[in-house]
């Protein structure tokens, strides 16, 4: 069955730049989306078929995909930008990378 | 406002049964295929199931096949999952979600993310 993989954690500074990436053979032939989860809260959908931000989510977040890795990029890092990340595809069943922390310093 | 809220989540013992349900609102809930997704403490993200707009076609993951049942009633605009012969590894937040379209050249399309979701209930199986 098909795969991702994601960095456990990811760390970034206040108002720096973090990538996460999401590893998967031959992903760029697919679509990656991007889900935010925050406790106790209800997942957010923050990049769709690899780039495409929904209404609400802010330009820093953005979304690439090439190859064996799609990468979902937070521009000027904020507190709030704390989470688990998730990348997601569809292949012959919905699947889920492992989830990313991502820590704001 | 579009919106999902579960319910029916709780304590059973192995072996039990739960029903969960999602009420949609906000949005023309026989218009959606919709599923369900869970996560166990400390893990990632498991899709469980889904359906389509008339409940027609249902979907599961290999371990929950035969033991879970997802339907739909779009009166109620009301999305279920029947869990039977419940195990501890079924011990997660359960969240429901809805499919989201896109638009193309052939017109609306029906795409493979999830927006929005609810914000879970949580299961757990433990005697």
């Known amino acids: 069955s098909y795969e991702l993989t994601q960095p456990l954690s990811v760390s970034v500074a206040l108002g720096q730049t973090a990538r996460i990436t999401c590893g998967g053979d031959n992903v760029g032939s697919k679509y990656v989306h991007w889900y935010q989860l925050k406790p106790g809260q209800a997942p957010v959908l923050v990049i769709y078929r690899n780039i495409n931000r929904p209404s609400g989510i802010p330009e820093r977040f953005s979304g690439s995909n090439s190859g064996n890795t799609a990468t979902l990029t937070i521009s000027r890092a904020q507190v709030g930008d704390e989470a688990d990340y998730f990348c997601q595809v569809r292949d012959s069943s919905t699947i889920f990378g492992g989830g990313t922390k991502l820590t704001v310093l | 406002d579009v919106q999902l809220v579960e319910s029916g989540g709780g304590l059973v013992q192995p072996g039990g049964s739960l029903r969960l349900s999602c009420t949609g609102s906000g949005f023309t809930f026989r218009d959606y295929s919709m599923n369900w997704v869970r996560q166990a403490s400390g893990k990632g993200l498991e899709w469980v199931a889904s359906i389509k707009q008339d409940g027609n076609e249902k979907y599961y993951v290999d371990s929950v096949k035969g033991r879970f049942t997802v339907s739909r009633d779009n009166v109620k605009n009301t999305l279920y999952l029947q869990m039977n012969s419940l195990r501890a590894e079924d011990t997660a937040v359960y969240y429901c979600?809805?499919?989201?379209?896109?638009?193309?050249?052939?017109?609306?399309?029906?795409?493979?993310?999830?927006?929005?979701w609810g914000q879970g209930t949580q299961v757990n199986v433990s005697s």
């Open positions: 979600a809805r499919v989201q379209y896109y638009y193309d050249r052939s017109g609306y399309q029906e795409g493979d993310w999830f927006d929005p």
